[in-house]
């Protein structure tokens, strides 16, 4: 999965931008809760009503006063929504935003990581989430959601020219493709200036997972551990965009 957008024709796209971005130990009694959760986000439905709030609000990122990007860009939402399959797209989300805020399972390395230099958010904060209820574990679900459907959108706003079809139409198909492909290079191997729309665009988003992490005094494992936060969390712009990638080239 390249993280450029998959070609020479995307990379152009990407050149052609002209604009000023600015790149901004578990308890018994808990595993029940997780259960509890897993079960209530097994059927969880990305609706189209999720990409209007994250359409809402990159367009408040952005600013109303660009016209042209306005006219521009609704149109092609306005196209995606005719074409969008929400099972497809809601199986990958569950299964990935599931695992990656596992926080029963043994040891740190999460789904499509080759090593535990970014683990995964679960185990990370595993305290933390441990002692969550099942409605504050809902919203980091829906936060987390809203970053990745971030990112994805990014690929049809500013990447396609024409809204694409999707070359796959299995959502189990399009998971087992995309998953290898998000952690797969370095996030500062990503073209700087792609790595600039996804944060531009998913700053509002970063704060409100920031505030959420705060509010509920989330620290990262171990005394003496470094904090990995930015690097679990900027991958999930870039994971929202690799789906659209996968999605719609086949690979």
Known sequence: MPLSGGGNDDKDCISKLDWDCHALGVHPKYISNTQLFKEKM?????????FEVAMASIIMEIGKDQQEFLSRTESKFEQFKKR????????????????ELDFTTPGSRGIGRISEYVPRLGAFFRKGLSS??????SKLYEI??????????VHILFIEESVRDSAISSGE?????WIPGIYSSDSSEVDEKLMTMLSLCSNSAFETLKDFMNSHKMKGVGFLAKDRTDEIVYYYPIAG???RVVETKGY
């Open 42 to 50: 097994d059927m969880t439905e990305c609706k189209i009503e999720h």
């Open 84 to 99: 969008y399959d929400g099972k497809r797209i809601s199986y990958c989300l569950e299964k990935y935003i599931n695992a």
């Open 132 to 137: 969550m209820s099942e409605v504050d574990l």
């Open 144 to 153: 987390i959601q809203d970053i990745i459907l971030r990112g994805y959108l």
């Open 173 to 177: 198909e399009l998971y087992q493709r």
């Open 241 to 243: 965009f690799g789906l």
